[in-house]
């Protein structure tokens, strides 16, 4: 089982390299990534089903919206309800 450290760096990882595509880029835990445009709404569904194939978990469509996975603490968060 992965740990809450474990998810959030492979998620900044996958963030960083795969959607905003700056691997330096100094992202914050409390960032707002849709909101402030480092990435757009239509990428978590990106990260659903990255959090689906890296930790076993589905997160349904109601949840990957803006208001509940705007910074990569709400979408550990998110995660984390799932993996525990």
Request: overall charge negative; glycine content about 4%.
């Amino acid at each position: 089982m992965p740990t809450e450290a474990d998810v959030r760096a492979q998620l900044r990882q996958f963030i960083l390299t795969d959607l905003i595509r700056d691997p330096s880029f100094p992202l914050r835990n409390d960032e707002q990534i849709i909101t402030d445009g480092l990435i757009d709404s239509f990428a978590l569904a990106q990260i659903g089903v990255f959090a689906e194939q890296a930790f076993g978990v589905y997160i349904p469509d109601p949840d990957l919206t803006v208001a509940k996975m705007d910074t990569l603490d709400l979408m550990v968060a998110r995660i984390m309800r799932d993996v525990m």
